[in-house]
């Protein structure tokens, strides 16, 4: 496929449970980024992975979330011992990372809607 | 944390009508860009806005960067039912060859027949 893709598009699981979500990223593209984007709200950033520097993991609200990234293709996100406040739609993009000054532009996919009973 | 805050907030009007979206900040970015959302869809990009007092257009929409660098409006004119959705501002700071966004608070459009 062309865009960005994102599995699965529903999750609903219970409070305490591990959950892993994927992010398939365009072909090529060197930058991949992970959002939270709670319920008719903005999107929250929470890491950033570019080609082989080190991630940025600035916006990860807690250790119970983490993400890899495998070269410069599949990104997943783990939340571990997940708690219902992080019901949300979690957002992945990706960028050329070719464009300096602001101006790479970010393909965001579809999104993973998880839900913590 | 920079924050960027739209308003208004929700914005129901009619076919036909005119609105402005506004997005205010207290940080300069690099450059400013609008997104727009639909129910189940990641954001798509509409306009980047690069320099100071810049404005685009794209065929009823109209971009405007201040001077400053901290604040955008987004202007339709002759509102269409299919304007309808979530509009997002969001501030870029270069990281290496890529750049980081900060979102703004979002802006719900409905536009009624």
């Known amino acids: 496929g062309a865009g960005v893709s994102q599995s699965p598009s529903n999750k609903v699981t219970e409070k305490g449970k591990d959950v892993e979500l994927r992010c398939d990223p365009i072909s090529g593209h060197t930058a991949l980024y992970w959002y939270r984007q709670r319920l008719g709200q903005g999107l929250e950033f929470l890491i950033y992975?570019?080609?082989?520097?080190?991630?940025?993991k600035s916006g990860l609200p807690s250790d119970r979330f983490s993400a890899e990234r495998t070269g410069e293709s599949v990104s997943t996100l783990t939340i571990q011992r997940t708690q219902q406040e992080d019901s949300a739609v979690y957002l992945c993009?990706?960028?050329?990372?070719?464009?300096?000054?602001?101006?790479?532009?970010?393909?965001f996919g579809p999104g993973t809607r998880l839900t913590v009973l | 944390t920079q924050l960027l805050e739209q308003s208004p907030q929700f914005l129901s009007i009619q076919e036909g009508e005119n609105l402005t979206v506004y997005c205010n900040s207290s940080?300069?970015?690099?450059?400013l860009q609008w997104y727009r959302q639909e129910p189940g869809e990641g954001p798509v990009l509409l306009v980047t806005?690069?320099?100071?007092?810049e404005v685009k257009k794209l065929k009823r929409l109209t971009f405007q960067f201040g001077d400053a660098r901290k604040d955008s409006s987004l202007h339709i004119t002759a509102a269409q039912p299919g304007d309808t959705g979530l509009y997002l501002c969001?501030?870029?700071?270069?990281?290496?060859?890529?750049?980081?966004?900060?979102f703004g608070t979002g802006t719900r459009l409905q536009v009624t027949l």
């Open positions: 992975f570019q080609g082989n520097s080190a991630p940025d």
């Open positions: 806005v690069v320099t100071g007092g």
């Open positions: 993009a990706s960028s050329p990372g070719t464009s300096g000054g602001g101006l790479d532009t970010q393909y």
């Open positions: 969001a501030g870029a700071r270069p990281t290496g060859t890529a750049s980081k966004l900060t």
């Open positions: 940080s300069v970015f690099s450059s």
